[in-house]
């Protein structure tokens, strides 16, 4: 298993090098080598919202666009215990719903959307959360990228999860050069079967949460580091790189307060980090 170190991929020491253009088949091995790695790094990758069914999982997604999922999980309880189903979402008070969803921020938006949403499911759905692309991209306030992680988590159906943390990450591994997100999706699945898709987006999104940040990469600390053709990017001291690291990585919990049980550092405090 790879440790937490910069020998993790094959034990040599990563060196800043030059981007060279690969062939397909080289960056489909390069991709594939750097998933199994991550596979390793986390073997208990997990969506880290918590929730009990589709509609729960949904809603959370919604709610969790420009916060922490930690925070989401935090607020969820009490909004699940109050309005269960979306029948019942659907005619809550506004001010109410704002209220409960404050601490999410972007909170008259988010009750808006949940509002909607839930009405979409209760008057077209027969109140029951979609289980195809198709349909749930007709629910209000609900992209690809949402969609995707009900499919995948709450049906088995395999998705590419393409969040800020995903498309930084891709582009940084040379699996594609676009900021569009539907692009990047499609690059994506162009390198990975797609039995490899949901799991793979919890694992990246993990590693851009905990290791490879937007502004500072650990670099230094970083198990996949020499496969990575962005090594250099971020510190690379190993003492100063450690210290970027976040949650479990960075021995603090993760985000969930409901975890499965195999998930390290539990349970998270009521202030982790961002
Ligand atoms: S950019 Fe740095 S932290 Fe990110 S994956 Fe590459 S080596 Fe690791």
Known sequence: MATNGTSGAGGRAPVKKAKVAQTHTGLVRQARRINRELAEVYPYAHPELDFENPFQLLVATVL??????????QTTPALFAKYPTPEDMAVADPEALE????????FRAKAKSVLALSADLRDKFDGEVPGTLEDLVTLRGVGRKTANVVLGNAFGVPGITVDTHFGRLARRFGWTTSQDPVKVEEDVAGLFPPSDWTMLSHRVVFHGRRICHARKPACGACPIAPLCPAYGEGETDPV???????????GAPGQRLKPPPDYPGQPAPPLAAS
């Open 99 to 106: 209220e409960i969803l404050r601490p999410t921020g972007f």
């Open 64 to 73: 969790s666009a420009q916060t922490t999922d930690l925070r989401v999980n």
């Open 240 to 250: 100063k790189a450690e210290k970027l690291l976040k949650y479990e990585k960075g």
